[in-house]
């Protein structure tokens, strides 16, 4: 088998990897028989002479390869027919701009995996970056908060970003005195936890949080979707029937919004979910966020100020309350600022990278080399030969109405 680690062709640009030069290199150790090659590029934080220093060969055409694996998804125009990829496809749920994707990858009759639906016995993901997009949305929302607020500047993300260096920036400032709510709990929320915790914020139970007092520190209160919502009858909260009928259910959430300063949205939400900050909830003079880290980029979902995804180059706008509409950031005090950056792991692409990276070993690379078969693959394929597979059968009609 010959295996690429193919060049990231999707803009905005990502950084990150599916394997590092150490892992590739344990790899072709393990598995000698097989073959392991990169296709160039000056975009990871990974760079080709890296991978050349770790004994992996670094090419320009991969064509005579087997099983190609990238982080997003690839320009329809490089994908190479009757070939097995692996990445991140953001289809299955039937998005719209990736549509004709789709069609490309059934008609040049290529298996595609995609790592979004590899899980575990339990149904728990095992191939992830959430963890790592918690860790870079707690940075940009403060990051965010101090230039909004002319507190203290720190630095844009590069590609040499890491976790512990991220901790020793925010370490070396003086840490804003405000409330936060972080929203989930989730991978997303659990890494901005870790890094609220390593950086020494405080952690405040519900009802003091909720208190309508100052603090001395930077504070933090973990909000799940129970939390968030309540019965539209008064009932009681019950996960299965939110689950089942989510549209019994109410935002509960401005008691949080008259309470923070700042929001970070970790939570998992559908469209059918209640809205917790509607157009006219972010107009509420009651309202006291003012800076809103939303690192699930949901785009007009469950937070309306969240006109559009941000980039990494350029992360913050404004939501204006009174008009709805976007303006420049940091315009207007009476703005509310918002970060929503939908690729926050590229931020910490070496870390994040080679954490994916081990996952993708464990679950993935073994299996697929050892000839064993997987029931996680297996899982996770939604096209086999450029058919769809029984369990994503119900994209035909979406696909071909």
Not at 101 to 108: C, P
Not at 338 to 359: E, I, K, R, W
């Amino acid at each position: 088998m010959k295996i690429a680690l193919i060049q990231e062709t999707k803009h905005p640009v990502d950084n990150r990897v599916a394997l590092t030069p150490a892992q590739m290199a344990q790899l072709q150790r393990e598995y000698p028989d097989d073959q392991f090659v990169v296709q160039s590029s000056n975009l990871r934080a990974y760079d080709d002479d890296q991978y050349r220093a770790a004994g992996i060969p670094v090419v320009d055409d991969v064509s005579d390869c087997d099983v190609l694996m990238g982080i997003k998804e690839v320009k329809m125009e490089c994908l190479l027919p009757r070939k097995h990829y692996f990445f991140f496809g953001h289809f299955a749920k039937m998005q719209a701009y990736n549509l004709p994707l789709v069609k490309t990858l059934m008609e040049r009759e290529i298996t595609f995996t995609d790592y979004e639906y590899l899980v575990d016995e339990k149904g728990l993901r095992v191939c992830a970056f959430g963890w790592w997009a918690g860790i870079v949305g707690v940075y940009y929302t403060l990051r965010g908060y101090g230039l909004r607020h002319h507190l203290y500047e720190l630095p844009p993300a590069d590609r040499t970003f890491t976790l512990e260096g991220i901790v020793r920036l925010l370490k070396n400032i003086t840490l804003p005195s405000i409330k936060l709510v972080v929203t989930g709990a989730g991978r997303v929320s659990q890494g901005a936890q870790h890094l609220l915790r390593e950086i020494g914020a405080l952690q405040l139970d519900e009802e003091t949080f909720l208190q309508n007092r100052a603090v001395e520190t930077l504070a933090y209160c973990v909000a799940d979707v129970d939390r968030l919502v309540k019965r539209a009858d008064g009932g009681a909260f019950s996960w299965d029937d939110f689950t089942r009928h989510p549209q019994e259910y109410r935002s509960d959430f401005m008691r949080w919004g008259r309470a923070a300063d700042a929001l970070l949205c970790a939570h998992f939400w559908a469209p059918d979910a209640p809205v917790y900050l509607s157009e006219a909830d972010l107009a509420d003079p009651t309202l006291r966020i003012r800076m809103i880290g939303d690192v699930t980029c949901d785009i007009k979902g469950s937070v309306k100020s969240t006109l559009r995804s941000s980039t990494h180059d350029a992360p913050y706008y404004d939501y204006n309350p009174a008009t709805q509409e976007e303006e420049p950031a940091f315009a207007s005090p009476s703005n509310i600022t918002v970060m929503a950056v939908d690729t926050c792991p590229n931020a910490l692409a070496l870390d994040s990278s080679a954490f994916f990276g081990d996952a993708l070993v464990t679950h993935v690379l073994r299996p697929l080399l050892n000839r064993t078969g997987s029931g996680t693959i297996d899982g996770a394929t939604i096209l086999r030969d450029g058919k769809l597979t029984p369990k994503f059968a119900y994209l035909e009609n979406w696909v071909n109405p």
